[in-house]
């Protein structure tokens, strides 16, 4: 009679993970790996191919039409028009976080996604959001998205869908996708309202309630103004804005508060140069932030050693050349590990140490993409600030 002991099992249980993996990953994958074998580097883990999928959309031809459009509905002259709004939140922000004075734990991020969220909505769309409503939860849903996402990513194991779906992460992730697109269908349907009442009293309501601050032209009324744009494909620009936007702001805007926690004399510095440069009162103008030199390579820094978008990829259309008898191949996915190109010492002096003059202007060249905050090329982001944080 066949006995099988626990071990036994679980080392054929073992065996079929391994033959699955194998199957469908490695073999399905076997042209990519090959090329990738030239490619000069450290060993790299089956991991991080599957980012892509996760990421962004392959679709390139849409995303070039969508690119444009946005491009020319979020120029500077709309990031200026925010400048008003954003420093009566950003008041209301250091109101928020005085209350955390003396507390030995505050929960930095959660309170600053917060506002992330809401001023994302309140510039880029136009609505101002009830934080007591469901869709005030809207922080942590993201919050949640991008830990699954990063979770899916990281750990190897979760590449392979049925782990993936068996530990109900899947289940997870969707519960997750679903608020957060009942949200983008709810911003739509009531800024199409709003667009034929003009007067909604909701929830979310298509507002500027701040009266005497200018009305900005927001990036949601350009898409829905073009009629080139159905209704499906102005929620997904919606929806990549949500998550574009507002974690990356909020992450980076905790690491510069923990390094000013770490580095009082930083803090100091950034503080001086504030209020000589824009003062206390009124309101700051764009010849005001131009003039934060210190306060921008200080961000820099930040964005350096601790980049939100710490990892992005891309999917290759066609066969790349990319010398030395290396060739990407056609549907392969490239990782483009943007942390470890910031801390890598190849490219930084003391990779590790926070040095913001790393940034001035006469500091050592470097080669052009060893700072990556931002990414670069035509798909880099559009919240970046002109042309001083390439
Ligand atoms: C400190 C804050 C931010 C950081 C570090 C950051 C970083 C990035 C990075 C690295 C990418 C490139 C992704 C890639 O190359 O695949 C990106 C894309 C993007 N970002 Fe940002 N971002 C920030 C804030 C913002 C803000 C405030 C907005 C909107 C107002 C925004 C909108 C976008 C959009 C729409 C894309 C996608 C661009 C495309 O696919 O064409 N980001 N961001």
Redesign the pocket.
Known sequence: MLFVTISQYLAIACLSVLCIWYIDHRWKRRKWYSCAKNVPGPYALPVIGAAYHF??DPSRAK?RRH?KL?NSSFGQKALHSFLPIMAVRSGDLVKDLQNTVGDKIAPLYHIISRYTVEL?FQT?FGVNMNLNSIEGKLDEVIDKMIELLTERILKIWNHLDIIWYLSGKQKEFQYYQNRLREVVNEVVKRKMEGERSKDSETEIEVANDHENLPRSAAFLDSLMANTDLDESEIKDEVN??II??TD??AK?LTSLFAIFGIYPDIQEKVYREVIEKVGLVGDPTPEDLSQLEYTERVIKEV?RLF???FM?SRYASGDIDIGDNITVPEGASIAIPILQIHRSGEYWEDPLKFDPDRFLPDAAKRHPLSYL???HGP?????KHGNSYS
């Not at 798909?379 to 919240?383: A, E, K, L």
């Open positions: 990421l962004s995303w690119r946005i994302t880029a990549t804005f574009a936007a990356t702001t980076a964005l980049p939100p978008g992005i905050g931002f990414s798909r880099n982001c559009i919240g």
